[in-house]
């Protein structure tokens, strides 16, 4: 366990079925700055459901739940939350992004807390909703009867550290399906969660959507936390974002009862055809699109694209990367976030300048965003507003480098989607959109490849059997 700093950890508290907790019983450090920052103890038998308590949202009706769900998001957006204000500021000590950008995403990720979306959410995931609120009969080909009901689960909610927006997002999912929930917050964020509990709170502290959250946090991987809890006479699902090594360790409790629905990592990339070179003005626009896609949470997003494959001359592709770096950099410098890259990634970057013409790089290495261009992917992840262009003849080359781990490609011109989408699907691709629009996704459509809302929820049968024949009469 790390020392506290001189002046002070920041703190972290609880929420737990509506009651804030706090304490210093441990103190841990950020996963990018090495900020400290203090947690109370963990509750272990306040934080679980026991299976013998209906959850407390079950008998409650959706639209009763979407309608607290959209109150939460209007007091989120008041510039006066309280809590929400006090968690940015302790934020921009822990978290690699810069207040203002955290701030955004913030903003943006409330819109999901709108009646519309809520409903377009329930209705594509489910063939009738209602099975959320009632047992819904059902008769097959044969007569045979039953009642199925999308029953409430316990999830265990593994948050990542890069987007406040998915702590938005996955509290109103529990809330849709009725379940009990437990987040756990990443040592990058582990503030925002608990605000956005603690407004609900704010608007009825006993209310079923507040009696089924909880938030804490614990160090990833600590077996002694994570094989305590991580057990089926607990939890149903674990709800997990995160890399690699997160989603690996996790996967070791999933078993018999306890199912693992992971939002595993991602890489999304670019395709940009020659169409979209053919005029100067139409090759701004294709550079303003990658650079949009590119910049999502400062690439920190899974949808943000990191290689662009583009088809045309060598000479053709140097003009789009020339406008491009521009690009990367006008957005760079506005959102405030300009880190120099680290060392280990610089001299991979300056290797490169020293090879033959297959390689060439524009910009530097000072966050300001950098484009190496090259004739096959480099060995390397793009991170820090670096984009890889790779120069193909045509399109279809980049399939060759497309795989279940890929997840939002971007494609120039848009007439070029239909053509690519069946061999982008069959190479593992989970979403295709327009370049440009990697950021905003349309609501109710599938995310990594599955309805969540429909993986999450216990799918429970009471068959009835054989309906009478009333075609005969009674004896």
Known sequence: MSEPDAEGPAQAPFFVRGEVIRGEAAIHRSRDLGIAFATPAIPFDRIVTPRGEVPPLLNVQTTEIIDF???????LADPGNPFVEACFARMAETHVLPRGVVEAVARHAVAYLDRGVLEAELSASFPDPDALDRWVETIDASGRRAEVRAYAPRLLHVLPGNSPGVAIKSIAQGALVKACNLFKMSSADPFYTVAVLRTMAAIDPGHPVVRSMSAVYWSGGDSLVESVLCRPQYFDRIVAWGGG???????????????????????????IGREALASDQQLAEAAEGAAADLMMLNQEACAASRFQFVE????????????????ITRRALASGDVRPLPRDLREQIEALRLLDEDYRVWGRPDGTGLVIRSTEPVDFHPSHKIANVVRVDRLEAALAHVNVATQTVGIAPAGRMAPLRDALAAAGAQRVCPLGEAGPSTHGTPWDGMYPLHRFVLWVVNERGCAPDRSVPPA
Do not use: N, W
């Open 312 to 327: 045309g001359s060598q000479e053709q592709v140097d003009r789009f990367c020339q406008h491009f770096q521009r690009a």
């Open 245 to 271: 090594e997160t989603i690996t360790g996790l996967a070791r409790y999933a078993g018999p009862g306890l199912q693992l629905v992971s939002f595993d990592p991602k890489t999304s990339i670019s395709m």
């Open 69 to 75: 769900l959209v109150e939460t998001g209007q007091r």
